[in-house]
């Protein structure tokens, strides 16, 4: 009688594999991967960092990066920069392999604003690095010693809707490039004189991507990005001066629009209950000469709490025993001097996310010309003021996919 046998080590089926059909993200799993560790050591200098991307097995989503820094010794108090500890990257440029720019601009704007505002991030309380549990405060204490620490989380994104917006990742060949030029630190703490300098432990950086599909199934328009470019806007705004700003020219379908404040000094400016400083009482936004938005300030940052939940206040609200203003606490605060118009809202009245048709996305071509009025604008001491436009902007490979192409 023939002897039989089994082949020893025969492969095991895929049970977790999905049949052929349907959108891609069922066929892609989630997947995270470490691109590098960095360590540029001391903060006293500027560095460069722009280490090679590794590639990944599938499509990347973005990149989650980890700042980790230690104590130095400080001889006399400092006082940390407002835009501390963001601006420890005075320089981010992220661009794709074939060296178009995605991400370029501060550290305050990249690493923290488009988290916050642009929906790529998280929902919520979490849409702010602030809130992650990454997160730790500059650590400036009243006396002298040990002092200049700090940690932070940031996001760079790629994916600006579920599946949609992803750079290739398996080709190491194509893969994205990341260069950041970090700042002295004199900038993120002035008026400290160190005995020894604090040091960066790390620049962690990781890829979220999606793992290659075992059956054919390509993400929604590929070579679509989403572009986010930090650029002033012209001109420069005098004190209490009346007049419109142009934003720079723009080519795309436009998610989110950052605006960014600041002084003659790089401070960024706000009204506050003194003076008249900064924002219009009742700014403008046009659109090839149309008035899109023409509103109070106030009923802008509701609009910003409604769509995004930053600046929404829970708790007890003013009396007429108390003060005039509502006495709640904000989760979320928006940052002084920033303000986001959000059209990530043509599900609901939210900024869903990743979950979005891209329904109410304006088109623009690089002859459109927005605007932003202020009949006044503020008064400061510190003038001429420049508004920063940080635009998230949707550059499609044909034409724009819109809908629900994950479901």
């Not at 005039?324 to 599900?347: D, E, F, H, L, Q």
């Amino acid at each position: 009688m023939a002897v039989t046998g089994t082949v020893a080590g025969r492969p095991q089926p895929q049970t977790t594999a999905e049949p052929a059909g349907g959108p891609f993200i069922r066929h892609a799993p989630d997947g995270r991967r470490a691109m590098y560790v960095a360590t540029p050591g001391t903060l006293q200098n500027a560095q460069f960092i722009a280490n090679v991307m590794v590639s990944s097995p599938g499509w990347n989503k973005g990149y989650r990066v980890l700042v980790n820094t230690t104590d130095g010794t400080s001889t006399t108090v400092g006082t940390a920069n407002a835009d501390a500890p963001w601006n420890y990257f005075q320089l981010v440029q992220m661009k794709d392999a074939f060296g178009t720019q995605l991400l370029t601009g501060p550290g305050y704007d990249i690493a923290y604003l488009v988290p916050l505002y642009g929906g790529q991030f998280g929902l919520d309380t979490m849409a702010s690095p602030l809130n992650s549990p990454q997160f730790q405060a500059m650590h400036v204490p009243a006396g002298v010693g040990a002092e200049g620490g700090f940690q932070f989380p940031t996001y760079f994104p790629f994916e600006f809707a579920k599946g949609y917006g992803l750079i290739s990742g398996a080709n190491a060949a194509l893969l994205p490039v990341l260069q950041i030029n970090t700042a002295i630190f004199s900038t993120l703490i002035t008026s400290s004189v160190y005995s020894a300098y604090p040091t960066v432990g790390s620049v962690t950086v990781d890829s979220d991507f999606y793992w290659l599909p075992n059956v054919a199934a390509d993400p929604p328009g590929i070579g679509t990005t989403q572009q986010w470019i930090y650029q002033p806007c012209n001109p420069p705004i005098p004190s209490a001066g009346s007049q419109f700003v142009q934003l720079p020219r723009l080519g795309g379908y436009l998610s989110t629009i950052i605006l960014d404040l600041r002084d003659a000094n790089g401070a960024r400016v706000e009204t506050n209950s003194t003076t008249n400083y900064g924002w219009p009482t009742r700014p403008r936004l046009l659109i090839d000469g149309v008035p899109l938005i023409d509103s109070l300030f106030t009923t802008l940052q509701e609009d910003l709490a409604i769509a995004t939940g930053v600046g929404v206040l829970n708790g007890s609200a003013a009396t007429s025993t108390s003060a005039t203003t509502n006495t709640g606490t904000a989760p979320v605060t928006r940052p002084t001097g920033t303000m986001a118009i959000s059209r990530k809202t043509s599900m609901s009245q939210r900024s869903l996310g990743l979950l979005d048709t891209g329904e109410v996305f304006p088109s623009t071509n690089p002859g459109t010309q927005i605007e932003v009025g202020g009949f006044p604008w503020g008064a400061t001491t510190a003038a001429p003021m420049t508004l920063n436009a940080l635009v998230g902007q949707i550059v499609p490979s044909g034409a724009l996919v819109r809908g629900l192409p994950e479901a």
